[in-house]
């Protein structure tokens, strides 16, 4: 009999944590999760990933109906209106149904849910209300939360200025939408809005959006945006904010320095980023100290300094997206167990829910440059069949391949469906392909990954429908 009442506990239960509570409990390992929200899940099902999609999508649906693009296709709707009560209470629905479903698996898998924040009182011991929980290995999984604007408090509840969270939750829609921060949640969120009928200004303090992107993916992004009417102030700071009666008054100004300016807004969103959930972890009990970014620092397995603690997901360095986390939580539960779990950090996709769809794996060209020659295939998704077919001009899909070794070094697209395509290019590039490995391998006919095909026959030099 173990000394232990685990042999794994996993704090948080986000796409992480429940997943790596999950895969240990398959791995025959007794397990439980500590998780303080009602529902499970963590901030992707609750409050991140999935509203956001279900909002996202049915705001195209709408636009398209309202905007005379369904009137191209033959399809007339006399009369429409937007049920924006309907809408929300269709994103209520999908996360229900997905946090229960969590809910379920750790029935299925015999993992125990222990409802409250844990909080270290020694190397294998933590607290939940109240109660002392020991266990064999403890992985650490709490994510990470909204980073403040300082001089800009969010209030979610008085819906003026709001973050990801509150802009969920909007009961109207705003005339004049300020979005601080021209990151992935603010373009998504800000696009929600924008097809619902609101003005959207995106304030960036960057002199480009999507920061960390592939740099011609973020040029093209900008033109397309600004195509939808998205306004831009880039290289733009802000410094304060006033909450009036009926909205709020931005005061931004250059970041390089120059005179300041008045923004008069209905609501808005800060994005400027994430920062790990560490606070009353009392890591300080076991001498866990964070590094200059507030992050664990962990080992190629996943293990802290600290024996038997283990970190993954947000709170340590790289991405903060679900699907690193997730792989990461298979990892290390793989690692306790006594088998080898990896996760290939070089091949992790990122992706913009838009419309169209960003999406990024592996190096940019500018990186890319930076450590040898290579070789840039790049071809238009106008030139595409189906795209061109379902009136989806926007986009190319660009693969950057080493000069010598022809090895997929990094893949960009915008297209309608580009995170759906970019698993493709993740896989072959987890093969370590050539471009010449996807250009000879067959596409269906007629899809959007056809584009991907013809980006590589272009690191050759010779598309077919170019």
Same mark, same amino acid.
């Given at each position: 009999?173990?000394?232990?009442?685990? =042999?794994?506990?996993?704090?948080?239960?986000?796409?992480?944590?429940?997943?790596?509570?999950?895969?240990?409990?398959?791995?025959?390992?007794?397990?439980?999760?500590?998780?303080?929200?009602?529902?499970?899940?963590?901030?992707?099902?609750? *409050?991140?990933?999935?509203?956001?999609?279900?909002?996202?999508?049915?705001?195209?649906?709408?636009?398209?109906?309202?905007?005379?693009?369904?009137?191209?296709?033959?399809?007339?709707? =006399?009369?429409?209106?937007?049920?924006?009560?309907?809408?929300?209470?269709?994103?209520?629905?999908?996360?229900?149904?997905?946090?229960?479903? #969590?809910?379920?698996?750790?029935?299925?898998?015999?993992?125990?849910?222990?409802?409250?924040?844990?909080?270290?009182?020694?190397?294998?011991?933590?607290?939940?209300?109240?109660?002392?929980?020991?266990?064999?290995?403890?992985?650490?999984?709490?994510?990470?939360? *909204?980073?403040?604007?300082?001089? *800009?408090?969010?209030?979610?509840?008085?819906?003026?200025?709001?973050?990801?969270?509150?802009?969920?939750?909007?009961?109207?829609?705003?005339?004049?939408?300020?979005?601080?921060?021209?990151?992935?949640?603010?373009?998504?969120?800000?696009?929600?809005?924008?097809?619902?009928?609101?003005?959207?200004?995106?304030?960036?303090?960057?002199?480009?959006?999507?920061?960390?992107?592939?740099?011609?993916?973020?040029?093209?992004?900008?033109?397309?945006?600004?195509?939808?009417?998205?306004?831009?102030?880039?290289?733009?700071?802000?410094?304060?904010?006033?909450?009036?009666?009926?909205?709020?008054?931005?005061? #931004?100004?250059?970041? +390089?320095?120059?005179?300041?300016?008045?923004?008069? +807004?209905?609501?808005?969103?800060?994005?400027?980023? @994430?920062?790990?959930?560490?606070?009353?972890?009392?890591?300080?009990?076991?001498?866990?100290?964070?590094?200059?970014?507030?992050?664990?620092?962990?080992?190629?397995?996943?293990?802290?300094?600290?024996?038997?603690?283990?970190?993954?997901?947000?709170?340590?360095?790289?991405?903060?997206?679900?699907?690193?986390?997730?792989?990461?939580?298979?990892?290390?539960?793989?690692?306790?167990?006594?088998?080898?779990?990896?996760?290939?950090?070089?091949?992790?996709?990122?992706?913009?829910?838009?419309?169209?769809?960003?999406?990024?794996?592996?190096?940019?060209?500018?990186?890319?440059?930076?450590?040898?020659?290579?070789?840039?295939?790049?071809?238009?998704?106008?030139?595409?069949? @189906?795209?061109?077919?379902?009136?989806?001009?926007?986009?190319?899909?660009?693969?950057?391949?080493?000069?010598?070794? =022809?090895?997929?070094?990094?893949?960009?697209?915008?297209?309608?469906?580009?995170?759906?395509?970019?698993?493709?290019?993740?896989?072959?590039?987890?093969?370590?392909?050539?471009?010449?490995?996807?250009?000879?391998?067959?596409?269906?006919?007629?899809?959007?990954?056809?584009?991907?095909?013809?980006?590589?026959?272009?690191? @050759?030099?010779?598309?077919?429908?170019?």
């Amino acid at each position: 009999m173990s000394d232990f009442d685990y =042999d794994v506990l996993v704090i948080g239960a986000g796409p992480g944590g429940y997943v790596a509570a999950i895969r240990a409990a398959q791995l025959g390992l007794k397990t439980a999760c500590a998780e303080s929200r009602e529902t499970l899940g963590g901030t992707c099902l609750n *409050v991140g990933c999935i509203p956001s999609k279900a909002l996202l999508h049915a705001s195209e649906l709408y636009d398209e109906a309202a905007n005379g693009a369904l009137a191209k296709l033959g399809v007339k709707i =006399d009369k429409m209106s937007l049920d924006l009560p309907t809408l929300q209470g269709q994103r209520v629905d999908a996360v229900k149904g997905l946090t229960g479903g #969590v809910e379920f698996l750790f029935k299925k898998n015999k993992v125990t849910w222990l409802k409250g924040l844990a909080s270290f009182t020694g190397a294998n011991t933590v607290e939940v209300n109240g109660e002392k929980v020991t266990a064999k290995n403890i992985v650490i999984a709490t994510g990470s939360s *909204v980073a403040p604007l300082p001089g *800009v408090a969010v209030d979610n509840a008085g819906g003026k200025i709001v973050d990801s969270t509150g802009a969920l939750e909007l009961d109207k829609v705003p005339g004049h939408l300020v979005v601080v921060g021209g990151g992935v949640i603010g373009l998504e969120l800000g696009s929600v809005w924008k097809r619902l009928g609101a003005k959207v200004t995106v304030v960036e303090y960057l002199d480009q959006i999507l920061p960390g992107m592939d740099g011609e993916v973020r040029k093209e992004a900008n033109k397309i945006f600004k195509k939808q009417g998205f306004e831009y102030k880039l290289g733009t700071k802000v410094t304060g904010a006033e909450v009036g009666k009926k909205g709020v008054t931005l005061t #931004v100004e250059p970041a +390089a320095g120059g005179e300041a300016e008045k923004i008069e +807004a209905d609501v808005v969103l800060v994005s400027i980023g @994430r920062r790990p959930n560490t606070e009353g972890l009392g890591l300080d009990k076991i001498g866990l100290e964070l590094n200059a970014r507030g992050q664990i620092e962990t080992d190629h397995e996943f293990g802290t300094k600290v024996p038997g603690v283990w970190a993954i997901g947000d709170v340590i360095p790289g991405p903060m997206l679900a699907h690193k986390a997730e792989d990461e939580g298979i990892a290390v539960a793989e690692n306790i167990a006594g088998l080898t779990g990896i996760v290939n950090h070089d091949v992790i996709p990122s992706v913009v829910y838009t419309k169209p769809e960003i999406a990024g794996v592996g190096l940019t060209e500018e990186a890319a440059k930076e450590k040898g020659a290579i070789k840039v295939g790049k071809f238009p998704m106008l030139a595409n069949s @189906r795209a061109k077919t379902n009136h989806e001009p926007d986009g190319f899909v660009k693969i950057i391949a080493d000069a010598e070794t =022809d090895k997929v070094l990094g893949v960009w697209i915008i297209a309608t469906v580009a995170g759906t395509m970019i698993a493709q290019a993740a896989q072959a590039m987890e093969f370590g392909a050539s471009s010449e490995d996807i250009a000879y391998t067959c596409h269906a006919h007629p899809t959007h990954s056809e584009a991907i095909k013809e980006a590589a026959m272009a690191v @050759r030099g010779k598309p077919i429908h170019m």
